[in-house]
């Protein structure tokens, strides 16, 4: 059984600052990659931000305000945002690209999302 559980979302005024954590425990075999997608209300789901171990991705809407860090010891990754705008007002998901030492096999695992909403 592998969880991923985010923390830090929350009520920001524009040009706010947030940082999510997503903690993934259970019987972790190896991860590649981890990420963070977001849902706004009527839009689709998309990519935020991800990283491997030797790169990282930010869609152009965020690149510069938000950084993604990763603690392998901790199987955590972090979203730092900075300059918040109402348009980041969202669910926030977590994503894991691993396996279990049940499966052996690299799956995508999700979270069930944090709510980030920017606002005066």
Known sequence: ????VESGGGLVQPGGS??????ASGSIFGINAMGWYRQAPGKERELVAHITSGSTYY?????GRFTISRDNAKNTVYLRM???KPEDTAVYYCNAFMSTTMTLHY???WG?????????
Do not use: F
């Open 107 to 109: 799956a995508d695992y």
């Open 1 to 4: 059984q592998v969880q991923l």
């Open 82 to 84: 900075n300059s918040l």
């Open 18 to 23: 947030l940082t999510l954590s997503c903690a």
């Open 59 to 63: 869609a152009d809407s965020v690149k």
């Open 112 to 120: 069930h999302g944090t709510q980030v909403t920017v606002s005066s």
